[in-house]
């Protein structure tokens, strides 16, 4: 990966001609304005806390675009939304602008979407393998999979809060265990949501917009599916 590939890759999004492209184009360049306007602002009033996290925040927008390139995936739009959006409400609106400690619920409902979003992103990672017939697993698995990844990060997260309060003297866990327990409980409702999302989608296929989202997701990575195709071209039907 190098300056030049992720380059291309920025220029490309420029030509999105569909509607929602063009309003994806629109909102994420929006919520990078408004980064920059903050940069410059705690330049000028020096305050470099805000600066370092604002700049992180900023370049980390980029990240679905660095994914995308060094793994050569085409991610959904909803997708790359979901992520730009948390990373801007939890280092920006949460962080920057103490919405943590405006809103009582703002950490749970990002707990809630995060696991969510890597719900359907665990459910995504066993579902291409079995598309691929790479993994022969049923619905009911795949989803139990997808809630577990989702879980086990979040758990995770919590390991690494309770670690830097205990190391740096920070309070990233509020009130403790009834702060740790709260978030886990949230990411656990979070996880089953996706869960039941990608269950649904595998016996309906055309379930809510997650199918519309798959859907487009298989149709620009058909490298993916080679394995699928391959099938396809000698059993004459695909997969389902």
């Known amino acids: 990966m190098n300056l030049s590939k992720i380059t291309n890759s920025v220029k490309r999004t420029y030509l999105y001609s569909t509607g929602f492209e063009k309003a994806y184009l629109v909102f994420i360049n929006l919520i990078r304005i408004t980064l920059i306007i903050a940069i410059v602002s705690s330049i000028l009033s020096q305050n470099w806390w805000i600066l370092l996290t604002t700049i992180l925040a900023f370049i980390m927008t980029f990240l679905p675009y660095i994914f995308e390139i060094s793994y050569k995936i085409n991610l ?8 730009v959006v948390f990373i801007y409400a939890s280092m920006f609106l949460g962080t920057v602008n103490n919405y943590y400690e405006i809103f009582w619920w703002w950490d749970l409902l990002l707990h809630a979407g995060s696991a969510i979003a890597l719900g359907l992103f665990g459910f995504t990672i066993l579902y291409v393998l079995h598309r691929a017939n790479r993994l ?77 989202v798959m859907k487009r997701f298989i149709k620009q990575n058909p490298k993916l599916f080679e394995v699928e195709n391959k099938d396809i071209d000698k059993k004459g039907k695909a997969k389902r």
Do not use: C, H
């Open 76 to 83: 959904p739009l909803e997708f790359e939304i979901l992520t």
């Open 136 to 212: 022969n697993a049923k619905p009911f698995l795949i989803a139990i999979f997808a809630f577990s990844f989702a879980l086990a990060v979040g758990g995770l997260w919590e390991i690494f809060e309770f670690i830097i309060d205990q190391t740096l003297g920070w309070n990233m866990q509020g009130s403790g265990l009834r702060d740790t327990m709260g978030d886990l409980i949230v990411d656990s409702i979070g996880a089953f949501i996706a869960s039941l999302l990608g269950y649904l989608y595998l016996k309906k296929r055309d379930f809510f917009i997650l199918g519309r």
